[in-house]
């Protein structure tokens, strides 16, 4: 029988029929990563729901009772799921690509396919907490009487701005974890600390009014900072989405594009890093 051998390419552009020829493995690893998630669990998906729910009221206590935060009038409560509906998603992601190249390295070293596969297929799964947090905003905005706005029609572009910014900070983290494997443990610290530095519970302008100019540049920087400020701005018609909240957004474009050449320069040196 006659062996193909697939040498490493040098870097060249991203091949997409690649992806596509191998969209049935894309489609295993997102399966079996949703199943790993939820295997041996008494109340399975009930966790991505019992989750978030904890997270908003802890928030709103801290924020919305205890500093009294100002929301334009819109209930705390909402204004903070708002917010919720995008870090969720952006916070799995992060959370689950920087180990992911990792985890799969025996897979990695015996047979070729696109590696970035790997940390996108993390991505895919997110949708899943992502689907569950619109959910229960839904039911929030039923419950105190708040019908979207007109420009409501624009949230799934910030919710696919969300995914695209998500995935491009995922691709970033699990390339540097191959060779520094610091950031296992750097990145949860930062999820955690995101929460807080993120205008989930409170509104960006916050860091205009509070911090000195190079530390509200550096703020704006956040790609999840202007997928938030355009999620309010689209569903509840607040002014939220400013020439900062659009750099904001830009900057996630740019951390996906560059994301995406870095780790293509790095993909034929993987296998012999792990």
């Not at 991505?123 to 229960?136: N, Q, R, S």
């Not at 309010?232 to 020439?243: P, Y």
Request: hydrophobic share 50%; with cysteine.
């Amino acid at each position: 029988m006659k062996k193909t051998i697939i040498k490493p390419r040098n870097f060249t552009p991203i091949h997409w029929n690649e992806l596509v020829e191998y969209r049935e493995l894309f489609w295993s690893l997102a399966y079996r990563d949703f199943r790993v998630r939820y295997a041996q669990t008494t109340m399975g998906l009930l966790w991505a729901l019992i989750q978030p729910i904890i997270s908003i009221l802890i928030l709103h206590v801290v924020f919305g009772k205890f500093a009294q935060v100002e929301t334009a009038g819109l209930p705390h409560v909402l204004y903070i799921s708002s917010g919720m509906i995008c870090w969720t998603y952006f916070s799995y992601v992060l959370t689950n690509t920087g180990n992911s190249i990792i985890a799969s390295q025996a897979m990695l070293k015996k047979i070729y396919f696109p590696r970035i596969i790997v940390p996108i297929s993390k991505g895919i799964v997110g949708l899943i907490d992502l689907g569950i947090m619109i959910l229960i905003l839904s039911g929030l905005m039923i419950f105190f009487g708040v019908t979207p706005d007109a420009r409501s029609i624009y949230t799934p572009v910030f919710i696919l701005i969300n995914l695209i910014s998500a995935l491009g900070v995922g691709i970033w983290i699990s390339a540097l974890t191959v060779r520094y494997r610091d950031f296992q443990y750097v990145v949860p610290f930062l999820v955690q600390l995101g929460l807080y530095l993120t205008p989930v519970a409170f509104p960006s302008e916050y860091a205009l009014e509070h911090l000195p100019n190079w530390a509200s540049f550096v703020y704006f920087l956040n790609p999840a900072v202007g997928i938030i400020d355009g999620f309010r701005w689209a569903l509840f018609g607040l002014d939220t989405l400013t020439w900062q909240s659009m750099m904001s957004l830009g900057s996630g474009l740019v951390i996906f594009i560059t994301g995406f050449i870095f780790f293509q320069r790095i993909e034929n040196k993987i296998a012999d890093i792990v």
